[in-house]
């Protein structure tokens, strides 16, 4: 059976059409670990050289679009681990460095950090 050009196109959009960004629970989690990241003072390090944290949250951020329009995340929990734990193309495990402490793998840093943010989205407003 041949296939025309148009068909396969037609194809390609229906896939790239299934891409499914986050719900919005997750997207609020992840949003709130990024900037967290953004403004705690910590530096990245990817592939040996170290980022800011503004440069990471950009940086993870293309990871998440590109995740997302691969439908290969759908929790905050699945980024940490699929796209914000090691570089794609080395394999090297990304870390983060806050004043006065010794670097950590980001997997560890997010989650505890994502525990944070969930604790406080949990805790009664004050009064």
Same mark, same amino acid.
Request: hydrophobic letters at 45%; a positive charge.
């Given at each position: 059976?041949?296939?025309? @050009?148009?068909?396969?196109?037609?194809?390609?959009?229906?896939?790239?059409?299934?891409?499914?960004?986050? @719900?919005?629970?997750?997207?609020?989690?992840? !949003?709130?670990?990024?900037?967290?990241?953004?403004t705690s003072g910590c530096?990245?390090? %990817?592939?040996?050289?170290?980022?800011? &944290?503004?440069?990471?949250?950009?940086?993870?951020?293309?990871?998440?679009?590109?995740?997302? &329009?691969? !439908?290969?995340?759908?929790?905050?929990?699945?980024?940490?681990? %699929?796209?914000?734990?090691?570089?794609?193309?080395? &394999?090297?495990?990304?870390?983060?460095?806050?004043?006065?402490?010794?670097?950590?793998?980001?997997?560890?840093?997010?989650k505890a950090e994502l525990?944070?943010?969930?604790?406080?989205?949990?805790? @009664?407003?004050?009064?």
């Amino acid at each position: 059976m041949n296939r025309s @050009p148009l068909f396969a196109a037609a194809l390609l959009w229906l896939v790239a059409a299934h891409a499914v960004p986050l @719900p919005p629970t997750a997207r609020a989690d992840v !949003d709130a670990l990024l900037t967290r990241l953004q403004t705690s003072g910590c530096e990245f390090n %990817r592939n040996g050289s170290w980022y800011t &944290g503004a440069e990471a949250k950009a940086h993870l951020l293309k990871k998440l679009d590109y995740l997302e &329009g691969k !439908d290969m995340v759908s929790t905050a929990e699945q980024f940490i681990e %699929r796209g914000a734990s090691a570089s794609s193309m080395s &394999g090297k495990p990304y870390l983060v460095r806050c004043a006065g402490k010794a670097p950590v793998e980001s997997a560890v840093w997010l989650k505890a950090e994502l525990q944070q943010v969930r604790a406080a989205r949990a805790a @009664p407003a004050p009064r």
